[in-house]
T-cell receptor, first 116, second 117 residues
Framework: AQKITQTQPGMFVQEKEAVTLDCTYDTSDQSYGLFWYKQPSSGEMIFLIYQGSYDEQNATEGRYSLNFQKARKSANLVISASQLGDSAMYFCAMREGYQGAQKLVFGQGTRLTINP | DADVTQTPRNRITKTGKRIMLECSQTKGHDRMYWYRQDPGLGLRLIYYSFDVKDINKGEISDGYSVSRQAQAKFSLSLESAIPNQTALYFC????????????????FGSGTQLSVL
């Protein structure tokens, strides 16, 4: 069974608009972590934001925020005031459990294109 | 200089050839990982290592082997490459976060694009 599902293969957004990238996850663990990574066309993977399963508040990092809805098992990434440099692939990932190696399970990714 | 360096950046090889992808890091992290990325599938874990003496299989280890030569070096080998091993390969490192272990971030190299003909 797919543990991380990103249902939007591609999204097109006008510059300066807010954008929400969807992510749903499946786990029976009570302790888990959710991550978003950005992959620009240059190929490297860049960490954006983290949300722990016990965190009561939604995580924020600058223009990035994570809309965490635990009951729905969703962890959507919100980018406010999008910029041309936000055009990239975005991956949602999950870590089950809080101990041991960082064995992340990744979703299929969403390709975001920001139009001027 | 990059903290996590992968060599080569690109490699084209033929079916049946042995090939090694190398990773070195200057972050001082004990934990190192190899992932592969295929279009439409995201990243999948091949092997990971807690330290020089502790190496573990990931989700898709068949057809691969690894060597942890030192804390800073972690190599991935394809003993007999096949076309479906064509992918983008990433090395990553991490270090436990005291007090918030789950927040441990992966630091990725720039990737090696491997093509097996």
């Amino acid at each position: 069974a797919q543990k991380i599902t990103q249902t939007q293969p591609g999204m097109f957004v006008q510059e300066k608009e807010a954008v929400t990238l969807d992510c749903t996850y499946d786990t029976s663990d009570q302790s888990y972590g959710l991550f978003w990574y950005k992959q620009p066309s240059s190929g490297e993977m860049i960490f954006l934001i983290y949300q722990g399963s016990y965190d009561e508040q939604n995580a924020t990092e600058g223009r990035y925020s994570l809309n965490f809805q635990k009951a729905r098992k969703s962890a959507n990434l919100v980018i406010s005031a999008s910029q041309l440099g936000d055009s990239a692939m975005y991956f949602c990932a999950m870590r089950e459990g809080y101990q041991g190696a960082q064995k992340l399970v990744f979703g299929q990714g969403t390709r975001l294109t920001i139009n001027p | 200089d990059a903290d996590v360096t992968q060599t080569p950046r690109n490699r084209i090889t033929k079916t049946g050839k042995r090939i090694m992808l190398e990773c070195s890091q200057t972050k001082g992290h004990d934990r190192m990982y190899w992932y592969r990325q295929d279009p439409g599938l995201g990243l999948r874990l091949i092997y990971y290592s807690f330290d020089v003496k502790d190496i573990n299989k990931g989700e898709i280890s068949d057809g691969y082997s690894v060597s942890r030569q030192a804390q800073a070096k972690f190599s991935l080998s394809l003993e007999s490459a096949i076309p479906n091993q064509t992918a983008l390969y990433f090395c990553a490192t991490s270090e436990p976060q005291a007090g918030t272990p789950a927040r441990e971030k992966l630091f990725f190299g720039s990737g090696t694009q491997l093509s097996v003909l």
